[in-house]
């Protein structure tokens, strides 16, 4: 990015838009949108309390509950989807509709034959992050040479020897970029979960906050959220760029 011919690194533009927001903010066009330096304090007094700790607690632990099942569930399901046509026929449509469909509306459905409890959270984070996950392993599987496989048949390898040591090596990085975009969608799913199903972890204090009209409290919590989400994000594509040489080498 360039300003005023000085070439600026990508974070500079950050640097602008919080500039931009504090204005905004000082001259107080709304109360919904606070002064960022004043959200800023308010996130120093919020994250040290118990009250965070707990919510944090509670989000982290559906969080990867949810995520670890998509994965465990969506690889396999997704290299049966690339190495049986018949496999991809029958569930691709059914794929593409909860990738597309608005998730939110099934959330009383699950709270209907699961309850009010983190379980309900826990699947709605899995319904999130799956099928994303699916998709990518699927599009991985397609894409491996098929002389890679024969000659893993050619030296008798059985089902497993083929899924463990030739289709998810072969596919990883396109699962990696699968799990990437599953974790960032179970962040939207854990979230929703706690604000529709049961008000805890952040669910319940983002109530909290927008209830009372703690807007300086929201926008706090909101970016810590947003942080999280860019770390999660960020850690994911670097393990995706250390292990980008296995799509070059098929």
């Not at 190495?83 to 991809?88: E, K, L, N, P, Q």
């Not at 999280?228 to 070059?248: D, H, P, T, V």
Request: hydrophobic share 60%; glycine share 8%.
């Amino acid at each position: 990015m360039k300003l005023f011919g000085i070439k600026l690194p990508m974070m500079a533009s950050l640097v602008i838009w919080a500039i931009v927001w504090e204005l905004i903010g000082r001259f107080d066009l709304s109360i919904l949108l606070p002064p960022l330096s004043l959200i800023l304090i308010r996130m120093v007094e919020i994250i040290p309390t118990a009250i965070f700790f707990k919510a944090f607690w509670i989000t982290a632990k559906c969080f990867l509950i949810g995520s670890a099942i998509a994965v465990v569930a969506g690889i396999p399901i997704g290299v049966l989807m690339g190495r049986s046509i018949i496999a991809d026929r029958m569930l691709l449509p059914w794929v593409n509709m909860f990738l597309s469909a608005p998730l939110t509306a099934l959330v009383p459905v699950l709270m209907t034959l699961f309850g009010f409890g983190e379980k309900t959270i826990i699947l709605t984070t899995v319904l999130f992050a799956i099928w994303i996950i699916v998709l990518d392993a699927r599009a991985g599987v397609k894409g491996i040479s098929l002389s890679l496989v024969e000659m893993a048949h050619s030296y008798g390898a059985n089902n497993w020897q083929s899924f463990s040591k030739i289709y998810v090596w072969a596919a990883l990085p396109e699962i990696l970029a699968g799990i990437r975009l599953g974790f960032i969608r179970a962040i939207k799913g854990v979230i929703i979960g706690q604000l529709l199903v049961s008000i805890v972890g952040f669910g319940r204090l983002f109530e909290l906050y927008s209830s009372n009209f703690l807007m300086e409290h929201m926008w706090a919590m909101l970016l810590v959220l947003f942080f999280f989400a860019f770390l999660i994000a960020e850690g994911m594509g670097a393990i995706e760029r250390k292990f980008s040489y296995y799509a070059a080498s098929r």
